[in-house]
């Protein structure tokens, strides 16, 4: 996860050779493992978007995830 000053995630980036460093921590990147909660109603509709979404993945990590970030849908 890429975070800003305010420790916000800003960017989600699925399985990053080289992820982007904490704010004043160079040395120092989040990671996360994989655990998703979800209510069922907010799930369904993700998921009913994506399969509409021409060119997705159907990942969690590739294109839900970064979607739900990019748009403050959450």
Known sequence: MHVDTRNWMV??????????SIPNKPDMALALMGI?????????EQLQRDAATE????????????YIVKNDTA
């Open 11 to 20: 960017e989600f980036v699925e399985k990053f050779k080289d992820p982007p």
């Open 36 to 44: 998703y909660v979800f209510e069922t109603r907010f799930l369904i």
């Open 55 to 66: 060119g997705s993945n159907r990942d969690f990590g590739k294109d839900i995830i970064p």
